[in-house]
């Protein structure tokens, strides 16, 4: 019942940015993680940022210091940011949201995936 929706990708020139965003909806009590993962193609899905409820962050070293990943105060929407891409970062972004249902449910839910794509 918990739904993500992703915006924000699209076609763009190495060098580059895109901000992508990604919207929870449906029955949520609390959201203990959002994330980014992405997929190119031949390749397994790989973390690309997480951040918690706290606010802590990871990244995948491939892209410290180039992504950023954010949330709004309600933690229902996250953000990615991406600055100087690259052709390597080109892949279909996922956003990914674990928590809490209600008190005794939880969910991990994925959104459908937005296409970036990092020309040369």
């Known amino acids: 019942q918990v739904q993500l929706v992703e915006s924000g990708g699209g076609l763009v020139q190495a060098g580059g940015s895109l901000r992508l965003s990604c919207a929870a909806s449906g029955t949520i009590l609390r959201i203990n993680t959002m994330g980014w993962y992405r997929q190119a193609p031949g390749k397994q899905r790989e973390l690309v940022a997480v951040i918690r409820s706290g606010g802590s962050t990871n990244y995948a070293d491939s892209v410290k210091g180039r992504f950023t990943i954010s949330r709004d105060n ?11 891409l690259k052709p390597e970062d080109t892949a279909v972004y996922y956003c990914n949201a674990d928590g809490l249902a209600t008190l005794f449910r939880s969910f991990n839910t994925w959104g459908q995936g937005t296409q970036v794509t990092v020309s040369s």
């Not at 309600?74 to 100087?84: K, R």
């Open 74 to 84: 309600a933690y229902n929407t996250v953000h990615l940011q991406m600055n100087s």
